[in-house]
């Protein structure tokens, strides 16, 4: 089976930093996806990470520790716009979206 | 291009009632897959098609759901004898590589929010 673990809710500053963690266990596992899901519309292709390490995309960085079953998504310079759930999405045998992680930005 | 499309957007319908739920997936794109999502949760998987092929259904919830997709582009999700407890975003997503590629980046329609009452 699948477990996923995201924090519920956070929330931040803008033009701050936030660190949104993302810890599972799966059966089998070839890479882990982060979406991006603003209240009321689909979820969106934020990024994937196969190898151990950070993968950097202009505002926004994705870590995976493969050995640890861990992956963070890092948003820099926070806007107002980034508010929105983040889905975590490790690909095992099947794929499967974690509970998302509600992220709300303050001015 | 066009995206994924959904339709109807919304449906209510009465217990008891078939459903049919429409997905066209981004044109040429070998993966179809449909899920369900519950307010403030991530997408649940349902079934998944490669092609025509359905590979995976093992998320559908029990035999009133069903889904096809005869000429590997359009599908159908139908939910037949509704009930109350199936009311429920849909969400279909497609994607131009196979799900065993695992770089199976997805993308989503709008969705259908079904409400049965």
């Known amino acids: 089976g699948q477990n996923i673990d995201q924090p519920t809710e956070m929330t931040a500053t803008e033009g701050a930093i936030v660190q949104i963690n993302c810890t599972y266990q799966t059966s089998g596992f070839n890479g882990l996806f982060w979406y991006q899901q603003h209240a009321g519309e689909a979820p969106t292709f934020l990024s994937y990470?196969?190898?151990?390490g950070l993968e950097e995309k202009g505002r926004f960085s994705s870590f995976l520790s493969r050995s640890k079953g861990y992956s963070y998504l890092l948003l820099k310079e926070l806007q107002m716009k980034d508010s929105a759930s983040y889905l975590c999405a490790p690909y095992g045998q099947n794929f499967v979206f974690g509970p998302g992680t509600r992220l709300s930005v303050l001015p | 291009g066009a995206g994924v499309s959904q339709s109807p957007r919304y449906k209510v319908t009465k217990r008891g009632q078939d459903v049919a739920l429409r997905c066209d997936p981004i044109?040429?794109?070998?993966?179809l897959y449909w899920y369900r999502q519950a307010l403030g949760q991530g997408p649940e998987f349902l079934t998944y098609?490669?092609?025509?092929?359905?590979?995976?259904k093992s998320g559908l919830p029990n035999d009133r759901f069903s889904a096809e997709r005869p000429e590997g582009s359009i599908s159908t999700l139908t939910i037949q004898r509704t009930e109350q407890r199936d009311s429920a975003m849909y969400r279909c997503?497609?994607?131009?590589?196979?799900?065993?590629?695992?770089?199976?980046?997805?993308?989503f329609g709008p969705g259908t929010r079904l409400t049965v009452l």
């Open positions: 990470n196969v190898l151990d």
């Open positions: 098609f490669n092609y025509e092929a359905q590979q995976d």
């Open positions: 997503a497609s994607s131009s590589q196979s799900r065993d590629s695992y770089t199976d980046t997805q993308y």
């Open positions: 044109s040429g794109h070998v993966s």
